[in-house]
């Protein structure tokens, strides 16, 4: 599972014991071979509806961090304001995850 460490933490909300709280993040896990086809079908809807022109949406690297999002179960806001660098990296470990290739 790779994990992502963060040049500046984050503060995300998380649910514990039946509580919304927020939580500081100095790292995040991806776990993006939890993910099913429903998380994929949920990124794609996600990406068409925010750019309802794009037509194919797998190489597509809004639709990379939706992916990515879920599978690190942290906004995709959050991960909008990532650096470019650490950006990117999250786009392409969802990248080789889609085409079934290691992801580290």
């Not at 879920?70 to 650096?83: T, W």
């Amino acid at each position: 599972m790779p994990v992502l460490k963060l040049e500046k933490p984050i503060t995300v909300k998380v649910k514990e014991n039946g509580q919304t709280i927020d939580k500081e993040l100095t790292e995040i896990n991806f776990d993006f071979n939890s993910l099913t086809g429903k998380d994929v079908l949920k990124a794609e809807r996600t990406t068409k509806i925010l750019n309802p022109r794009l037509t194919v949406v797998n190489a597509d690297l809004g639709f990379l961090g939706q992916l990515a999002a879920i599978a690190g179960n942290v906004p995709f806001y959050e991960l909008e304001k990532l650096p470019g660098h650490q950006y990117a990296k999250v786009t392409v470990w969802g990248m080789n995850y889609l085409n079934g290739l290691a992801v580290d």
